[in-house]
């Protein structure tokens, strides 16, 4: 059992289009990261939070703590968007746990 | 600095040559980690080092040996590989105990990988 799970794996979207991926997790954190890679490249954080909303250009991030569960937004999608996007969650320790990711595809 | 840096980006090896990946960071992080990613999949943790001290271990092969000089740097050692251990290797950074948030959240930040191939 994955102690985080995300969806949809597999994401394909037009250029504009208001993108939403999902993550649930099933153990206590302290915070939760959102996680970009490109193919072939590093991770990059883009946020980590522990209650609320953050929000950074075109990107949305929202956590709802009682339900264990995150979204990562995308508003007017565009082609370089496209990357693997990766739910993490930490505690006050060194223990992190990966989603599978989600890789997203946006096509002009 | 914020950064997380890898050397080398790329690297190319065969099974019987002994090479390292380095890691370094300045931003006073006190936990470092190393993780291992296979195409189209999580990273995987190897190791992970606290206060200079190995603090987790994976159950990683011994072909994989880590060593942290001090407290800015971490080295993967690598002797004797494998076809199969061809792979991104990632290094991450965290504080250990000095929470940046009120709730005592945990900064993860990641290097920009180095390309393992191992013919």
């Known amino acids: 059992k994955n102690e985080v799970e995300q969806s949809p794996q597999n994401l394909t979207a037009q250029e504009g289009e208001f993108i939403t991926i999902n993550c649930s997790y099933s153990v206590g954190i302290s915070a939760l990261h959102w996680l970009q890679q490109h193919p072939g490249g590093g991770i990059v954080s883009l946020f980590m939070?522990?209650?609320g909303k953050k929000k950074h250009g075109r990107l949305i991030a929202t956590i709802n703590i009682q339900e264990k569960h995150s979204s990562l937004h995308i508003t007017a999608s565009h082609p370089r968007d496209s990357a693997v996007y990766i739910c993490a969650v930490g505690n006050t320790g060194n223990q992190f746990y990966f989603g599978t990711g989600t890789s997203l595809t946006v096509i002009p | 600095d914020t950064e997380v840096t890898q050397t080398p980006k790329h690297l190319v090896m065969g099974m019987t040559n002994k090479k390292s990946l380095k890691c370094e960071q300045h931003?006073?992080?006190?936990?470092m980690y190393w993780y291992k990613q296979k195409a189209k999949k999580p990273p995987e943790l190897m190791f992970v080092?606290?206060?200079?001290?190995?603090?987790i271990n994976e159950s990683v092969p011994s072909r994989f040996s880590p060593e942290c000089p001090n407290s800015s740097l971490l080295n993967l050692h690598l002797h004797a590989l494998q076809p199969e251990d061809s792979a991104l290797y990632l290094c991450?950074?965290?504080?250990?105990?000095?929470?940046?948030?009120?709730?005592?959240?945990?900064?993860?930040?990641f290097g920009a990988g180095s390309r393992l191939t191992v013919l």
């Open positions: 080092y606290s206060y200079e001290k190995l603090s």
């Open positions: 991450a950074s965290s504080q250990e105990g000095q929470p940046t948030t009120s709730s005592g959240a945990n900064v993860l930040t």
């Open positions: 931003m006073g992080h006190r936990a």
């Open positions: 939070l522990s209650s």
